[in-house]
T-cell receptor
Framework: DVKVTQSSRYLVKRTGEKVFLECVQD?????MFWYRQDPGLGLRLIYF???????EKGDIPEGYSVSREKKERFSLILESASTNQTSMYLC??????????FGPGTRLTVT | SQQGEEDPQALSIQEGENATMNCSYK?????LQWYRQNSGRGLVHLIL?????REKHSGRLRVTLDTSKKSSSLLITASRAADTASYFC???????????FGTGTSLTVIP
């Protein structure tokens, strides 16, 4: 079974802190994705990566950056967390053109 | 926005009844996928239908696709309480590997 793991299920950070969210997949998938999910807005794509060291902006990249140094790991970085980044963050991976496999999510609260 | 839209936003039915959810999208697609999300968890892939297909079945799930109307429907037959979840459609655009998710339908199946 494909497994996508995320470093934390729940995270509480203060405004202005630098936040790292880690995602690891074990199926050698080329593509990896970071989404945020907010009530009434569905899933919105922040960044995706189709290869090591490659990244593409999604719909809402502002305030975020990403890193993909190894194929299995895709990190989302909040350089200076703000309260409007309080959300559920979901990581996914896929081998195109097939379905995405999601991690369990990280619920981030910024106070 | 290139996001899809599900309809209805919320649906409540009795166990044993059928549940139908609809998804509309805006641009040409390679494929359309349906996902399920239990409360507070990641998404799980249910079924994929390609743009040249009109109908697909998987167990109690039936998906249709009408590319002329840019719409899809997901039918869950003989619903069970365990089907209670949110259901999302996701489209893969012709332009690349990016997926666009709808805002979801929240299904409640009453035992």
């Amino acid at each position: 079974d494909v497994k996508v793991t995320q470093s934390s299920r729940y995270l509480v950070k203060r405004t202005g802190e630098k936040v790292f969210l880690e995602c690891v997949q074990d199926m050698d998938h080329e593509n990896m994705f970071w989404y945020r999910q907010d009530p009434g807005l569905g899933l919105r794509l922040i960044y995706f990566s189709y290869d090591v060291k490659m990244k593409e902006k999604g719909d809402i990249p502002e305030g975020y950056s990403v890193s993909r140094e190894k194929k299995e790991r895709f990190s989302l970085i909040l350089e200076s967390a703000s309260t409007n980044q309080t959300s559920m963050y979901l990581c996914a991976s896929s081998h195109p053109p097939f379905e995405q496999y999601f991690g369990p999510g990280t619920r981030l609260t910024v106070t | 926005s290139q996001q899809g839209e599900e309809d209805p936003q919320a649906l409540s039915i009795q166990e044993g009844e059928n549940a139908t959810m609809n998804c509309s999208y805006k641009t040409s697609i390679n494929n359309l996928q349906w996902y399920r999300q239990n409360s507070g968890r990641g998404l799980v892939h249910l079924i994929l239908i390609r743009s040249n297909e009109r109908e697909k079945h998987s167990g109690r799930l039936r998906v249709t696709l009408d590319t002329s109307k840019k719409s899809s429907s997901l039918l869950i037959t003989a619903s069970r309480a365990a089907d209670t979840a949110s259901y999302f459609c996701a489209t893969e655009q012709n332009t690349g590997n990016q997926f666009y998710f709808g805002t979801g339908t929240s299904l409640t199946v009453i035992p």
